[in-house]
């Protein structure tokens, strides 16, 4: 099948632009539901539906501080299961649960589906543009170390996802990290435990803000590690497909080799 940038694909599994590289691929469902099960709307930041994962991860945010989960989960975790019913406001986690519920099952179901929908669209192959440049931004293929965006992404979540040009989810992690760095204080606890107050160092601490973070490091490290290998398997595929295209004679055989090893 001739590949040109030109034809209709009517599947297409990847979308390349100035600012972004969006493509299906395959992945394991119960992935998907467990960072939804951390943080919900992080499965579907993880399967490129940015807008819905945004705004589920703004309503885990609004609900989550406005119930006092954090507390409760760290009041439980801690023994204190009297202290944990009482700061719980039933008033807003029982507006958590559906949407909670729902977030995990959503994001199996749609694994599922783009899953199915890649499988298909790659018969189909169809050639990928290795290059996008706009008066803002250009964007293009190439391998890249995974580890680099994971240590990126360990020092400030969301630099790993820039360093590969994943601009959306990178700034909204970023912005994610910012502001319940900011409300948790951590800044301030830190630095009182760098001069040894660590009495201090706990007191200024909102741990309500704080346990956000591990969810927001682990989606970071784990989302620019795998996205970097599938981006960098992308790369070879088109490579492929444009020396298959330009190069490749289909009346070429290729010899078979001798007992000896040479043709």
């Known amino acids: 099948m001739s590949n040109t ?15 972004i590289v969006n493509q299906f691929h395959l992945r394991n469902p119960w992935v998907t539901v467990f960072w939804s099960l951390a943080f919900p709307g992080a ?25 006092k ?12 299961f009297d202290q944990a019913k ?21 994001s199996y179901r749609l694994t599922v589906d783009l899953n199915k929908l890649y499988l298909v669209a790659d018969r189909e192959d169809a050639s990928i543009l290795p290059a996008k440049i706009s008066p803002l931004e250009s964007n293009y293929l190439g391998i890249r170390n995974p580890w680099t965006g994971v240590t990126w992404s360990l020092v400030t979540p969301g630099l790993g996802q820039i360093y590969f ?25 830190l630095l009182f435990t760098m001069t040894g107050h660590f009495d201090m160092a706990r007191s200024v601490l909102d ?23 599938e981006l960098n398997k992308l790369f070879k595929v088109e490579q492929s497909r444009f020396l298959s295209d330009r190069y ?13 090893g040479r043709h």
Request: hydrophobic residues 50%; charged residues 10%; aromatic residues 20%.
């Open 43 to 67: 499965g579907h930041m993880m399967l490129c539906k940015y807008f819905t994962g945004a705004m589920l991860m703004l309503w885990e945010f609004f609900i989550n501080v406005e119930s």
């Open 5 to 19: 940038y030109s034809r209709k694909v009517r599947r297409p599994y990847v979308h390349v632009s100035s600012f």
């Open 207 to 229: 741990f309500e803000w704080l346990l956000f973070l591990p969810s927001i490091y682990g989606l970071a490290s784990y989302d620019a590690y795998v996205l970097i290998k």
């Open 69 to 80: 989960l954090n507390l409760a989960i760290l009041f439980s975790m801690t023994g204190h």
């Open 165 to 189: 040009n994943r601009l959306p989810s990178g700034f909204y992690l970023l912005i994610c990290f910012v502001v319940s760095v900011y409300e948790s204080h951590l800044g301030n606890a």
């Open 248 to 260: 490749g004679n289909p009346n070429f055989i290729l010899p078979k080799p001798t007992s000896e």
């Open 86 to 106: 009482a700061v719980l406001d039933p008033r807003w986690f029982f507006l958590y649960m559906g949407v909670y519920l729902f977030s995990m099952w959503n």
